[in-house]
């Protein structure tokens, strides 16, 4: 694993040549270890690979998204994401993209991106790295580098892929002593105990498993790309495809891209480049998990015998369920045309026009014959249709001047200007049909919406000796109406770089120390809309209209202090940094003030530890051993509001509430838990011996505190390697909300089991009293994330032919977990990417994938 540690800024602000890059915290991926052998998406390019940046997948629907996000992400109104930057412009980054409620899982816009035309992906975690983005960068930055060409021969290369999707997961079995349709006809051992009834036999069927509904799923894609040029021109084009299966139909999605790139160099002084690129995809999704009529839901809430019409599902059989059709076509143009002008070598000019185009058509059909659970009946009962048609636009320019200030020093000061629109139109229709046909109800909506920021930037940079500083401001001007003031960001950072002062001596076991230090302060203005909404709520009877008052951006600040060491002739490198953040205007949920909801009165703060260590570990004639280990921990508190009471961010979480307390982290879970004592001694728990605690407690952080990955590879002989990509993720709490339920309507083992321990007995029985905290438990877990083998194949025939470069891999995803939650899976959410809260409710655990992948270069 390899990370380029540098300074990004806007592309307007790229230090100029003759200084050198700025050492941060900031961490870059190249297209050399882009996501390992099986990573088909940007999301899963990212996880592992910096610290601080989590990755957690939301379910194992093929075409659904991730959670991406850097430093816990908080915030109290809605979650802070990361901006999405490709070549400069400002993109669509939003990570649930879908028009119709399915339930969380959605498609994320951070997947368009095709990893074969990625040369680096920067990764600028917080305020103190991104401040100079402006408005809506306090989530932090992906700035994502697209390949280009270079002076020389025609270069190009291909790769062919194939693989299979499989489930691969365990699925509880429904058990009662009652008739096999589920009900309060069976018998439980804590009702037979107490005497209320007398079991009947013990049946149990796992419709998941003995009807299966899942397939194995395959994949084909396939790309090609080629560079080169002269002095004059340089150039990159390239296109993808790939066509994939869901395990679980129906899930399908296909996605086709391609891309130019052309760099022109008409005179020494300036250079024009022109990017441009086109993706399309379609993706079919079925009933998510909130849909009361899905495979997971029928079928871990179905009954206890195998029958013949609907093998043990509960209200509908496969066929039906998968007759639920949700469908999403997509189309992306991106293009731009930057310059760089230096008609003096102390002066550069830089100027750049992007524009993209989003088009977005979801639509889903629901059946009669699944509205109505009759497999017989023809035609549709709902059809739903959402369009989404978005436009955004980047404009910016600016100049630096570098220059001597004598005596070793130098100094660089950039002004530029940054303008950024954005409009949006969204159409949703609902057609409603009878039993006959008949169209029952129709609903229409349409919305449009447009915003314009205007950015002044500038900054100044001194560097002598290993000695850096560099201080950087941008004022927003924001047009979004009356609604949104204009906000002042700020950064500083100063860097130490011991080894290039005299005082230092490198030897063999450390050979360069830097220290480093930055501040900043960045805005969110993405929770204000949520806080428009309140206009909606009318004045009270006689009074007059109030207006709707001017708002500012929410504004995190964040302090973070470093030190990177080499060491062993550059065989092992580390990092370590400390960060703050802290907010106190955040928007949260507010009682009733005039027509609004919210305010701005909230304060809470995280900190948090990251630590990078790259190491070559054997070197040795044709054998290295790479590895490398990051590790992040973080702890956010809420600090108070107007109030600086308790407040309820929803009112009913699975038993328990996630609340803000000050001096709790934020969005905390809280309930009452229960306690279960065998006080006769005869291994069955009934009502009478449990015990509901009078308040309530703090049961834990809704979202991962701590997160650690390992990536290793060994290559042996020059043409074979081997490379393995562990995760672990921890420090959160996660609600089994598939097994709430199951014990609701009594098919739960632990009902029946009399192997089945106290506890499990106990909450279980609490269920009937809607007492449910037993089921909020530790979601921690260790997963093999990916396991790959590569072989370097012929080296002496594709020389003799011409060839760079053929090779042969084979990689599974997801292969392992090791895990005491007992649920399905405690990384996907119900939630879908929602920030606070992993939930699973019903919700479809990844699955496992093999790949094999042809490489050709020339």
């Known amino acids: 694993m390899h990370f380029v540690v540098r300074y990004f800024v806007p592309a307007l602000l790229v230090p100029a040549a003759g200084l050198s890059a700025q050492r941060s915290s900031l961490a870059a991926v190249d297209s050399s270890t882009l996501g390992g052998e099986s990573a088909r998406t940007l999301s899963e390019a990212l996880a592992g690979r910096v610290a601080g940046v989590s990755v957690l997948r939301s379910s194992g629907v093929l075409g659904t998204g991730s959670r991406v996000r850097m430093r816990g992400g908080s915030g109290l109104v809605i979650p802070r994401e990361p901006l999405l930057v490709v070549d400069g412009v400002r993109v669509d980054d939003r990570q649930s993209s879908l028009g119709i409620d399915i339930g969380g899982q959605t498609p994320s816009r951070l997947d368009d991106i095709p990893l074969n035309d990625v040369e680096r992906i920067d990764v600028l975690p917080g305020p103190a790295a991104s401040a100079l983005y402006g408005a809506d960068a306090a989530g932090g930055v992906i700035v994502v580098t697209t390949k280009h060409g270079s002076r020389g021969p025609t270069h190009w290369s291909s790769y062919l892929e194939t693989g299979l999707t499989t489930d691969a997961s365990s699925y509880p079995t429904n058990t009662a002593t009652g008739p096999a349709d589920f009900g309060a006809s069976t018998c439980t051992r804590a009702d037979a105990t107490v005497g209320t009834c007398t079991p009947g ?142 008609p003096i070598t102390w002066l550069t000019a830089r100027a750049l026009l992007g524009r993209e185009i989003m088009r977005r058509d979801d639509s889903q059909t629901v059946p009669q014959s699944a509205a109505y659970d009759d497999p017989t009946r023809p035609g549709v009962s709902v059809l739903q249709g959402s369009a989404g048609r978005d436009l955004r636009t980047t404009i910016d320019g600016g100049l630096t001047a570098t220059y001597s200030l004598g005596r070793g020093a130098h100094a660089e000061t950039t002004i530029g200007v940054e303008r950024i629109t ?80 005299s005082i230092f001596h490198p030897g063999r076991a450390l050979s360069d120390v830097a220290f480093r230090a930055a501040y900043g302060v960045a805005g969110d203005t993405r929770p204000l809309p949520v806080v428009f909404t309140s206009r909606l709520v009318p004045s009270p009877p006689g009074q007059p209209f109030q207006p709707l008052p001017s708002f500012d951006p929410e504004k995190v600040s964040e302090v973070e202090i470093g030190v990177d060491v080499r060491s062993l002739r550059d065989r092992l490198r580390a990092s370590a940094t400390w960060y703050r953040q802290h907010s106190a205007n955040s928007y949260e949920r507010g009682c009733c003030v005039g027509p609004f909801f919210y305010d701005n009165k909230g304060t809470w703060h995280t900190n948090g530890v990251e630590l990078t260590a790259a190491a070559t570990l054997v070197q040795w004639a044709a054998t290295r051993w790479d590895a490398s280990l990051t590790f992040a921990s973080m702890v956010n508190r809420y600090d108070g509001g107007s109030s600086n009471s308790t407040r309820a961010l929803d009112p009913f979480f699975g038993g328990a509430r996630r609340l803000l307390v000050p001096g709790y982290p934020i969005a905390g879970l809280w309930g009452r838990p229960v306690t279960g004592r065998d006080a006769n001694g005869d291994g069955v728990i009934v009502p009478s011996e449990i015990t509901t605690a009078k308040d309530s407690v703090y049961l834990g952080a809704s979202i991962p505190t701590r997160q650690a990955a390992l990536l290793t590879s060994l290559t042996v002989f020059r043409w074979i390697t081997l490379a393995a990509h562990v995760d672990y993720v921890g420090g959160f709490t996660a609600l089994n909300g598939t097994e709430v339920p199951r014990c609701e309507m009594r098919t739960c083992a632990a009902l029946y089991d009399p192997d089945a321990s106290i506890s499990d007995q106990t909450r279980a029985v609490a269920v009937y009293g809607g007492q449910t905290p037993g089921f909020h438990e530790s979601g921690d877990f260790v997963r093999l994330r990916e396991l790959a083998v590569t072989w370097v194949l012929a080296p002496d025939w594709s020389r003799r032919h011409g060839l760079a470069r053929l090779a042969l891999a084979v990689a599974g995803r997801n292969l392992l977990m090791s895990t005491g939650y007992s649920g399905l899976d405690p990384e996907v959410n119900e939630l879908g990417q929602s920030t606070f809260g992993t939930t699973e409710y019903f919700t479809l655990p990844l699955a496992r994938t093999m790949l094999v992948r042809l490489d050709v270069h020339h």
């Open 422 to 501: 954005q409009s949006f139109r969204v159409q949703d229709s609902t057609y409603r049909f009878g039993e006959d046909g008949s169209v029952g109800a129709t609903s229409l909506r349409r919305a449009r919406a447009s915003a314009k920021t205007v950015g002044a930037i500038a900054t100044q940079r001194l560097v002598w000796g290993g000695r850096q500083l560099t201080v950087g401001v941008r004022h927003d001007n924001d047009n979004r109406g009356q609604f949104l003031k204009g906000g002042t960001y700020w950064s500083a950072n100063a860097t130490w770089d011991i080894g290039r002062e």
């Open 201 to 342: 036999p013990l049946s149990s069927w796992n419709p998941l498993e003995q009807a299966s509904p899942f397939r194995t799923g395959m994949r084909l894609a396939g790309g090609a790309n080629a560079s080169g040029g002269s002095r004059l021109v340089q150039y990159y084009v390239g296109a993808t495809g790939a066509s994939d299966e869901g395990r679980l139909a129906p899930n399908d999605a296909q996605h086709y891209s391609g891309r130019g790139n052309v760099d022109v160099r008409p005179i020494p002084s300036l250079r024009l480049g022109l990017r441009g690129s086109y993706v399309t995809g379609h993706t079919t999704l079925p009933a998510g998990d909130t849909y009361f009529t899905s495979a997971l839901y029928d079928g871990l809430l179905g009954n206890t015998a195998d029958d013949s019409v609907r093998r043990g599902y509960n209200q509908n059989d496969v066929a039906t369920i998968a007759s639920i059709v949700t469908r999403q076509h997509i189309e992306r143009s991106l293009g731009s045309v930057d310059a760089t002008w230096s």
